[in-house]
């Protein structure tokens, strides 16, 4: 048994008579004893062997006879009930490092919290404040410690790496010397989850860049530094990677660094086939070391005879086969959404008026934004009844009036009961221009009902797109029991769009389901669900979703005009009743 083992018992044991309101002195007693331990440069197996453990100050005769028994049998009577004094739920907020374990029981006290994930809700959500004592800088620190907890147990989905990873290029990019900085790794193919950030930088000295990197304040340590090469880990706990090379090698090292490995695996092999060409991360060489190219990534492509390979594609799923036959699709791109089919006000849960939304809308590019506050039985999300529907859309009205190039679209975010009926009447509904349908609630259904459910909301005539189809949140939940293939079959069917919810809580469907929905012929649409403006955002890995996809703005229904969404939900409507009434 390792000292580090000892010292954690105690720690563990300090932490639940804390928390259990014991007396000071003890507590103290405790924690004195693993500061003595974790400062010991012998093994207490050892001390303990030769009868010297109560030698060490701070080291008694009753816990050097708890150490004892903890390192001869692995377990420790005293700690075991003291553990089942303690509510379990509790037990495991004080997991989270930085949060001691008064604060963990004062929270858990007033506020209720019963897991990590509630308690990372309430942080952001800033409920945490109304526990005494707690300022925004502890929450903050809870927030990290959470962070750091998860990433131990392994990678962060990207659109988290994401903001990380834009903190870091404008750093970057404003040090002397750096001519350029970019995402390389699982983060530029928008993987779901990334183990790491890989950064690169183009320089004419890339050995001082990466010096100065490791010097950053945002680094909390450094694993590794070389002269092109240096590696750190953030306070979160994320892992950071950058390399620097000369800008002639730019486009070769992106492409290396960028990866897949398969990818990259597959492309050597086609590279030797094709006439014997190298290539590795400063350029393609010939035989007899000829250079062909490395600037930018094209020349690395072209010199095996392919297109340029979007990153989302190089996962070694054939993408390469496709780039040397001409056959890659023209993939979707940000720049392609015209608007945004989902999103909420301050009618229901949104945070802010129609018109900021609107005009958020605009600021990023879009001419329509589907205005989809929630429906009446959500009650948690203050859902409009009918009349309060008719009501918003005078003030939807009066928005278009003042806003002669963009246009709200006047929508709902319609609850599929549990039952399968849609939470507006028929006449509610058909007065609206897009309806999104969505389970919110009776989550647990099984597979049968849950699918039954779904279908049925996507025969309706007034329903356009079903939103979030898994209902998974990434911070506190997992998939309902929904057969998707099932229900990807009757969106085809039923000329129902299936939406890419690029919510960084939620990402669904994700990439593989969306893959999955394009090969079935269904239309998808790219959404945020924003809450407030900022959330706006959200599109954008809702594209990086569709791009791993493989889709192309045809297969998108928010690519197309306010008219042709339009047209689109009367062909569906007309259909429905034609065909599923
Ligand atoms: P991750 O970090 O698990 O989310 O996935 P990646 O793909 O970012 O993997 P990472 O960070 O280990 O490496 C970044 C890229 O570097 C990887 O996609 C391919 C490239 N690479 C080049 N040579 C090697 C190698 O020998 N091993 C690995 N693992 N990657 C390599
Ligand atoms: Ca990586
Ligand atoms: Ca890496
Ligand atoms: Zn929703």
Same mark, same amino acid.
């Not at 779901?192 to 183990?195: G, K, Q």
């Not at 309706?460 to 356009?464: A, E, N, Q, R």
């Given at each position: 048994m390792k000292n580090a083992e000892v010292a954690a018992m105690l720690s563990r044991i300090a932490d639940l008579l804390e928390i259990k309101g014991e007396n000071f002195f003890k507590i103290r007693a405790y924690r004195e004893a693993v500061r003595q331990v974790d400062n010991l440069t012998t093994d207490v197996e050892e001390l303990l062997r030769q009868g010297k453990l109560k030698d060490v100050p701070g080291i008694g005769a009753a816990i050097e006879q708890k150490i004892g028994e903890f390192v001869t049998s692995g377990e420790l009577d005293f700690l075991t009930r003291l553990e089942a004094e303690v509510p379990p739920a509790l037990l495991e907020l004080t997991r989270v490092p930085g949060l001691g374990p008064r604060t963990a029981k004062d929270i858990y006290d007033a506020l209720g919290i019963m897991s990590l994930d509630a308690l990372e809700q309430a942080a952001v959500t800033h409920r945490l404040q109304k526990v005494r004592g707690i300022k925004a800088k502890t929450e903050e620190n809870i927030l990290g410690g959470i962070a750091m907890l998860k990433r131990r147990e392994g990678r962060i989905f990207f659109p988290q790496a994401w903001l990380l990873a834009e903190s870091f290029l404008t750093t970057l990019r404003a040090l002397p010397g750096v001519r350029r900085a970019e995402v390389a790794g699982s983060l530029r193919r928008a993987r779901?989850? =990334?183990?790491d950030l890989d950064l690169l930088v183009a320089s004419d000295d890339p050995d001082g860049v990466t010096r100065q990197f490791a010097t950053l304040p945002q680094v909390q340590d450094v694993i590794a530094q070389g002269d092109t090469k240096s590696s750190i880990r953030v306070r979160s706990g994320m892992q950071v990677d950058l390399r620097a090379v000369k800008p002639e090698s730019f486009g070769a090292a992106w492409q290396y660094f960028t990866g897949s490995q398969a990818h990259n695996v597959q492309l050597r092999g086609r590279s030797e086939k094709m006439g014997r060409l190298k290539i590795n991360e400063y350029g393609v060489f010939r035989e007899d070391g000829t250079r062909l190219g490395g600037e930018t990534e094209e020349e690395i492509y072209a010199a095996v005879g392919c297109a340029w390979i979007p990153p989302e594609l190089r996962e070694g799923w054939g993408e390469i086969e496709a780039a040397g036959r001409g056959d890659l699709p023209a993939l979707v791109q940000e720049a392609d959404l015209r608007g945004d089919l989902h999103a909420h006000s301050n009618w229901s849960d949104g945070r802010n008026e129609i018109a900021v939304m609107a005009q958020a809308a605009r600021g990023r590019g879009y001419r329509y934004l589907g205005m989809t506050d929630h429906s009446q039985s959500l009650q948690i999300a203050e859902g409009l009844t009918p009349e309060r529907f008719a009501q918003r859309s005078e003030e939807i009205a009066r928005v278009n009036a003042q806003m002669p190039d963009f246009r709200v679209l006047s929508g709902a975010e319609v609850d599929i009961l549990p039952d399968g009926s849609l939470d507006l009447p028929d006449d509610c509904l058909a007065a609206l221009d897009v309806v999104v349908a969505s389970v919110h609630t009776a989550l647990d259904q099984p597979t049968e009902v849950m699918t039954q459910r779904v279908l049925s909301a996507l025969r309706?005539?007034? =329903?356009?797109i079903l939103g979030h189809p898994t209902c998974r949140r990434l911070d506190r939940r997992g998939e309902t029991s929904v057969d998707l293939e099932a229900v990807i079959a009757e969106a085809v069917r039923t000329g129902t769009a299936l939406e890419i919810n690029g919510s960084a809580w939620r990402l669904d469907l994700n990439d593989t389901w969306a893959r999955r929905a394009r090969e079935a012929g269904a239309l998808l649409v790219v959404d945020s669900d924003a809450h407030y403006p900022a959330e706006l955002e959200g599109a954008r890995f809702g594209c990086a979703i569709a791009r791993r996809a493989g889709l192309t703005p045809k297969q998108v229904l928010n690519t197309r005009d306010a008219g042709g969404v339009l047209e689109h939900a009367a062909a569906k409507a007309a259909r429905a009743i034609a065909n599923f009434r």
């Open positions: 779901e989850t =990334v183990r309706s005539p007034h =329903v356009d």
